[in-house]
C-alpha cells in the first residue's frame, strides 16, 4: 500500500507570488481536491481569496484542470506550476441575470449627480446669456437704450459670479458667467456708438467695455482670475486697434499684421514665460561649506504653489494670445493672399507648439486656438474671396485626411516626422516677419 502511495505522488513545485513550496501530489486524483491544501500550504488562503478560487497554471501559460489528475494531464516530477487566483477581482459569479444586470450598471455606467445638473444649468444659462447678447448686438442701432441694457446685464453678470465664487464656493460657475459677461461688455460698446463702423471705430469702445468687465470678472471670481483677465487682455488689442485706425489714421491691415505677430511669437515663449514666473532655482552650492554642508530641505507646498503659478500664467497667456490672433484674423485674411498666408503660417506654428507642452491644458489650448484660427481663416476667406474657395475645399479636405491618416489610422512615434515639425516651426516662427511685411505691402 505504502509502495503504490509513493508511486503516484508526482514531485512538483508550486509557486505563489514571492512564495515557493516544493510538494508531493498525488496524481491520481482530482486537481480541485488538493487545491485547498497548496493554498494552505502557501499561506495565502484568506477569507477574501478562498471566495474566488484558485486554479493551478502551468510554465507555459496553459490553466491545469481541475476536474482532472496531474497524471492524466502528463503533469511530472520536477514540474513548476503557479497558484493564481482563479478569476479577477472585478470578475463576479450570478445566479441571478437582475443582481447581474444591476451590479453592471452600478459599475459600468458613471450615474448623474447632482454636480452633473450644476454644470448643465450653467452650460444651458451661458448658452441662452449668448443668444440674448446676439440679439441685443443685432437691435444696436437703437443706439443708448440698447448700451445701457447690454451694460446692466455686463454688470449683473460679474455680480452674479462674485456670489458663485464667494458665497456659494462654485467656482467654475463663476468663472462661467465672469466670460459671459465680457460678450455683453462688447455688446455695450459696440451700441453706445451705433453709427461707429464696425471695423473700425467700434473696436475702440468695445474694446473699452471689454477691459473694464474683463478686470471686474477677474476681481470677483476666486479661481482662474488670469484665466478671466486675459478678456482684458484681448480688450486691449480691440481698443489699440481702433483708436489707430480712427483717431491715428494707421492702415488696419498694417496694424492687425503687427499685432499678430506679437501675439504668435508671444505664445510660442510661454515655457519660458512660466519658468522665469515661477522663480524656481536649484541654488548650487559655490563654496566648499555649502558644498560638504547638509542639503536644505525642499519646501514642497512652496514649490507646489510657484508652480501652479507659473502653469496658470502660461494658460493665461497662451489664451489671450490665441484670442488677439484669431481677432486679427478676419482683416488680415480679406486682405488678400499674403494676409491670408500669414495667419496660416501663425496658426500653424501655434499647433506645432504642442509638440513642447506637457500638460493636457496646454495641449487642449493650443490645439483649440490652432484648429479655430485656421477654420476662422478659411471661413474669411470663402467669405471675402469667393474664387478661393474651390481650392480652399480641397486644401483643407486633404489637410484632414492627413491628420485622420497619421493619427489614428497609422499611429506611431516618427522620429523623422518629429524633427520635420521642429524644422516647420522654426522656418514658421522666422517667417512670421517677412510674411507681416508683405502683407502691408513693405515688400
Not at 488562503?45 to 486554479?55: E, K, N
Not at 486697434?241 to 483717431?247: E, I, P, Q, S, T
Not at 498666408?341 to 507642452?357: C, D, N, P, Q
Amino acid at each position: 500500500m505504502s509502495q503504490s502511495t509513493a508511486t503516484s505522488l508526482v514531485r512538483l513545485s508550486v509557486t505563489s507570488g514571492t512564495r515557493r513550496a516544493d510538494l508531493g501530489i498525488p496524481g491520481s486524483i482530482p486537481v480541485a481536491e488538493v487545491i485547498p491544501d497548496l493554498a494552505r500550504e502557501l499561506g495565502v488562503l484568506d477569507a477574501h481569496s478562498a471566495s474566488m478560487g484558485y486554479r493551478l497554471v502551468r510554465a507555459d501559460g496553459l490553466v491545469v484542470e481541475s476536474d482532472r489528475s496531474l497524471a492524466a494531464q502528463g503533469i511530472e516530477d520536477g514540474a513548476v506550476l503557479a497558484l493564481e487566483p482563479n478569476r479577477p477581482d472585478d470578475e463576479k459569479v450570478y445566479d441571478d441575470v437582475v443582481e447581474a444586470v444591476a451590479d453592471l450598471v452600478e459599475t459600468q455606467f458613471t450615474p448623474w449627480t447632482p454636480a452633473h445638473s450644476a454644470g448643465t444649468a450653467v452650460g444651458a444659462s451661458v448658452v441662452l446669456f449668448l443668444a440674448a447678447a446676439y440679439a441685443l448686438f443685432t437691435a444696436r442701432d437703437s443706439g443708448i437704450l440698447i448700451a445701457a441694457l447690454a451694460g446692466v446685464c455686463a454688470l449683473l453678470l460679474v455680480g452674479a459670479a462674485a456670489v458663485l465664487a464667494h458665497v456659494r464656493n462654485q467656482p467654475s460657475a463663476a468663472v462661467a458667467l465672469a466670460l459671459t459677461a465680457v460678450a455683453y461688455a462688447g455688446v455695450s460698446g459696440y451700441a453706445a456708438v451705433p453709427d461707429a463702423r464696425l471695423w473700425g471705430e467700434g473696436l475702440v469702445y468695445a474694446g473699452a467695455g471689454v477691459i473694464v468687465v474683463g478686470v471686474l470678472g477677474a476681481v470677483a471670481v476666486t479661481h482662474h482670475r488670469l484665466l478671466v483677465a486675459t478678456t482684458a487682455v484681448v480688450g486691449l488689442a480691440m481698443a489699440a486697434l481702433g483708436a489707430l485706425n480712427h483717431f491715428a489714421g494707421w492702415d488696419l491691415t498694417a496694424i492687425a499684421a503687427v499685432v499678430f505677430v506679437i501675439a504668435a511669437v508671444a505664445g510660442n515663449v510661454l515655457p519660458w514665460v512660466g519658468i522665469s514666473s515661477s522663480r524656481l532655482t536649484t541654488h548650487p552650492p559655490k563654496t566648499d561649506l555649502e558644498i560638504y554642508g547638509d542639503t536644505p530641505e525642499v519646501e514642497r507646498e512652496r514649490v507646489r504653489d510657484q508652480v501652479a503659478a507659473g502653469h496658470e500664467l502660461m494658460v493665461g497667456l497662451g489664451v489671450a494670445s490665441a484670442g488677439v490672433m484669431i481677432l486679427c484674423t478676419p482683416q488680415l485674411v480679406s486682405s488678400g493672399a499674403p494676409g491670408a498666408l500669414l495667419t496660416f503660417v501663425g496658426f500653424i506654428a501655434t499647433l506645432l507648439r504642442t509638440r513642447h507642452s506637457r500638460t493636457r491644458t496646454t495641449v487642449l489650448i493650443a490645439m483649440i486656438a490652432g484648429v479655430t484660427g485656421v477654420a476662422v481663416a478659411a471661413v474669411a476667406a470663402a467669405q471675402t474671396h469667393p474664387d478661393w474657395r474651390p481650392i480652399l475645399a480641397l486644401a483643407l479636405a486633404v489637410a484632414a485626411a492627413l491628420v485622420v491618416g497619421m493619427a489614428l489610422v497609422l499611429p506611431r512615434t516618427r522620429v523623422q516626422m518629429g524633427r520635420i515639425a521642429d524644422a516647420v516651426e522654426g522656418i514658421a516662427l522666422v517667417a512670421l516677419v517677412p510674411l507681416a511685411a508683405f502683407a502691408v505691402g513693405l515688400l
